[in-house]
């Protein structure tokens, strides 16, 4: 799959104009979206037990296909699942170490505490690549190839098992549809620091069994500000005419919201998802 994007820095104060400006261009209310991120130094494709068992399944051949795209070498991954804001704890004020603690229940106890057990979590596999060199097609947008495989067979946090180090966080905003662009509205939440032993685990943490207050996280830029990224994936990216449309796409709602809203193309090197 083939990914297309602009990106705009949208100041705190100017978070409310434009989910205006959204709803309007799109016709739709923007939706209210909270993701959990579990980001992954890599260490080899990950292959799980069931896939290895069911070469069959879709599951099973989009790991394939993902192991083929990497080529062996060592990129950041994520699980991404989605969650809602009731499955955060109460907001007691800011999480102290025996907040974490307790979010390092079990699941059985987590899931009895705040209603949110990690072992039924819905996962998404997803890898981005490093955008693409550019060339006069995709000069005025950030163009790349990526990977998005739904954990159905399995568990997401058992297929990773084998990866490297983990960095979890949180991704919150607003989502809306314009056509067949993808405006996503966020900014990043970070989890408060782990105790000194997890710190110096080897292995990297392991993912909270529940969370702490969404509040309580905190906010990776501190000026409170967004990210909007407006983006278009095709199917097969492989066509120049499919390409040549979705850039196409992408100017015009640039122009549209011109003077409002600066899209550009994000920096190349500041996306790029290789261990180094």
């Given at each position: 799959?083939?990914?297309?994007?602009?990106?705009?820095?949208?100041?705190?104060?100017?978070?409310?104009?434009?989910?205006?400006?959204?709803?309007?261009?799109?016709?739709?209310?923007?939706?209210?979206?909270?993701?959990?991120?579990?980001?992954?130094?890599?260490?080899?494709?990950?292959?799980?037990?069931?896939?290895?068992?069911?070469?069959?399944?879709?599951?099973?051949?989009?790991?394939?296909?993902?192991?083929?795209?990497?080529?062996?070498?060592?990129?950041?991954?994520?699980?991404?699942?989605?969650?809602?804001?009731?499955?955060?704890?109460?907001?007691?004020?800011t999480s102290t170490p025996?907040?974490?603690?307790?979010?390092?229940?079990?699941?059985?106890?987590?899931?009895?505490?705040?209603?949110?057990?990690?072992?039924?979590?819905?996962?998404?596999?997803?890898?981005?690549?490093?955008?693409?060199?550019?060339?006069?097609?995709?000069?005025?947008?950030?163009?790349?190839?990526?990977?998005?495989?739904?954990?159905?067979?399995?568990?997401?946090?058992?297929?990773?098992?084998?990866?490297?180090?983990?960095?979890?966080?949180?991704?919150e905003g607003h989502q809306?549809?314009?056509?067949?662009?993808?405006?996503?509205?966020?900014?990043?939440?970070?989890?408060?620091?782990?105790?000194?032993?997890?710190?110096?685990?080897?292995?990297?943490?392991?993912?909270?069994?529940?969370?702490?207050?969404?509040?309580?996280?905190?906010?990776?830029?501190?000026?409170?500000?967004?990210?909007?990224?407006?983006?278009?994936?095709?199917?097969?990216?492989?066509?120049?005419?499919?390409?040549?449309?979705?850039?196409?796409?992408?100017?015009?709602?640039?122009?549209?919201?011109?003077?409002?809203?600066?899209?550009?193309?994000?920096?190349?090197?500041?996306?790029?998802?290789?261990?180094?």
């Amino acid at each position: 799959m083939h990914e297309l994007s602009l990106f705009s820095q949208v100041a705190l104060a100017r978070h409310d104009l434009v989910l205006r400006i959204l709803a309007g261009v799109s016709g739709m209310q923007p939706e209210r979206t909270i993701e959990r991120h579990l980001l992954y130094k890599s260490r080899r494709t990950p292959a799980s037990k069931t896939a290895q068992s069911n070469p069959q399944t879709l599951q099973s051949q989009q790991i394939q296909a993902l192991r083929a795209q990497l080529k062996g070498e060592p990129y950041y991954l994520k699980l991404i699942g989605a969650v809602d804001e009731q499955d955060f704890g109460e907001d007691g004020g800011t999480s102290t170490p025996r907040d974490l603690e307790d979010a390092e229940m079990t699941g059985q106890e987590a899931a009895s505490a705040s209603g949110y057990d990690i072992d039924e979590q819905q996962w998404s596999l997803r890898f981005s690549d490093l955008p693409d060199v550019p060339v006069a097609a995709t000069r005025s947008v950030t163009s790349r190839m990526i990977s998005i495989v739904d954990i159905t067979d399995g568990n997401g946090l058992d297929l990773m098992a084998e990866q490297g180090n983990m960095y979890e966080y949180v991704l919150e905003g607003h989502q809306a549809i314009h056509n067949n662009i993808i405006l996503h509205l966020f900014r990043i939440r970070r989890f408060p620091k782990r105790s000194q032993s997890q710190a110096a685990s080897n292995s990297g943490p392991s993912p909270l069994k529940r969370l702490p207050p969404l509040k309580s996280l905190r906010l990776l830029d501190p000026s409170g500000g967004y990210i909007l990224q407006a983006s278009i994936r095709l199917q097969d990216g492989g066509k120049p005419e499919s390409i040549s449309l979705g850039v196409d796409e992408l100017k015009q709602f640039k122009e549209l919201t011109k003077g409002v809203i600066e899209l550009d193309a994000g920096e190349r090197l500041a996306l790029d998802t290789r261990v180094k």
